[in-house]
């Protein structure tokens, strides 16, 4: 019901910037939540930044102060400026979004992109 569209991922070396892009589409009455996940090899996926409808923001401690995230609700999208890059940031980045499939459910579900890879190395 729910497709996405991620650009931004790649190799950067430490202390640089990446910008992170995702764009929603598909049949669905309303996307409450978007956001970004991590996975690094080895480890649980773990919720980076969310970001509401109304533009409440929530970060994970390891990244306040350096990451940005951002939406756009006429596009569906939502947007991770990644700043001052550390080698743990390295991790495949996921996008998702918590949507309502119609007017009539309340309880909204869970859809993920398809991930985008981030390492930092120099």
């Known amino acids: 019901q729910v497709r996405f569209v991620e650009s931004g991922g790649g190799l950067v070396q430490p202390g640089g910037s990446l910008r992170l892009s995702c764009a929603a589409s598909?049949?669905?009455?309303?996307?409450?939540?978007m956001g970004w996940y991590r996975q690094a090899p080895g480890k649980q996926r773990e919720s980076v930044a969310r970001i509401t409808s109304g533009g409440t923001t929530n970060y994970a401690d390891s990244v306040k102060g350096r990451f940005t995230i951002s939406r756009d609700n006429a596009k569906n999208a939502v947007y991770l400026q990644m700043n001052s890059l550390k080698p743990e940031d390295t991790a495949v980045y996921y996008c998702?979004?918590?949507?309502?499939?119609?007017?009539?459910?309340?309880?909204?579900?869970?859809?993920w992109g398809q991930g985008t890879q981030v390492t930092v190395s120099s």
């Open positions: 998702n979004a918590d949507f309502r499939a119609s007017w009539a459910v309340s309880k909204p579900e869970a859809a």
């Open positions: 598909g049949r669905f009455f309303e996307i409450v939540t």
